[in-house]
T-cell receptor, first 116, second 114 residues
Framework: DTGVSQDPRHKITKRGQNVTFRCDPI?????LYWYRQTLGQGPEFLTY????????KSRLLSDRFSAERPKGSFSTLEIQRTEQGDSAMYLC??????????????FGPGTRLTVL | GENVEQHPSTLSVQEGDSAVIKCTYS??????FPWYKQELGKRPQLIID?????GEKKDQRIAVTLNKTAKHFSLHITETQPEDSAVYFC?????????????FGIGTKLQVIP
């Protein structure tokens, strides 16, 4: 599968623990996005990277959330001091660009987080 | 910001019938409208998209229409099959900050009854 990949696919953690998710975009894509999806809802935008630069963050991304894309390839999303309300599917997507183009986002399979 | 409303939230149709899902958007700057299909436990997959300079687009049994004046767009699936059963998300997208900012609807759960 040469699409977007995410790891792990499932994560169960106790409240207060830190968790980290990884996303590997499609190799030639320079744009990367993180979304959160809760049951019965569409994906909600969290943050966006153009290469290694994090250019936009949603107000949904509290101080406990941090995302990185250090070399402009894979990205990590870390949640510190997890809360039960953080339980959701975390989706990563990537797109080709370039700037100004109507480019399509392709999604990974997601990481389902359950906070006990 | 953009607001996308989608309805119905659930839709049951008999196999072979047509299914229509409707969405509205609020921001006239939106210029790209993708539709995604998400099967249970799987990733959202793009099934069709339409750009604001086009009123209709068709791909085999799937078609999408766009009315920019009314800010409405719809997905039409003809001759539905059981494998069409999934959650369908509409989305509206506009260019902001160097990328296409996408806002999704809440999804429509389509059940095709054999």
């Amino acid at each position: 599968d040469t699409g977007v990949s995410q790891d792990p696919r499932h994560k169960i953690t106790k409240r207060g623990q830190n968790v980290t998710f990884r996303c590997d975009p499609i190799s030639e894509h320079n744009r990367l996005y993180w979304y959160r999806q809760t049951l019965g809802q569409g994906p909600e935008f969290l943050t966006y990277f153009q290469n290694e630069a994090q250019l936009e963050k949603s107000r949904l991304l509290s101080d406990r959330f941090s995302a990185e894309r250090p070399k402009g390839s894979f990205s990590t999303l870390e949640i510190q001091r997890t809360e039960q309300g953080d339980s959701a599917m975390y989706l990563c997507a990537s797109s080709l660009g370039p700037a100004g183009d109507l480019d399509t986002q392709y999604f990974g399979p997601g990481t389902r987080l359950t906070v006990l | 910001g953009e607001n996308v409303e989608q309805h119905p939230s659930t839709l049951s149709v008999q196999e072979g019938d047509s299914a229509v899902i409707k969405c509205t958007y609020s921001d006239s700057a939106s210029n790209y409208f993708p539709w995604y299909k998400q099967e249970l436990g799987k990733r959202p997959q793009l099934i069709i998209d339409i750009r604001s300079n086009v009123g209709e687009k068709k791909d085999q049994r799937i078609a999408v229409t766009l009315n920019k004046t009314a800010k409405h767009f719809s997905l039409h699936i003809t001759e539905t099959q059981p494998e069409d059963s999934a959650v369908y998300f509409c989305a509206a997208s506009y260019h902001s900050g160097g990328y296409q900012k996408v806002t999704f609807g809440i999804g429509t759960k389509l059940q095709v009854i054999p």
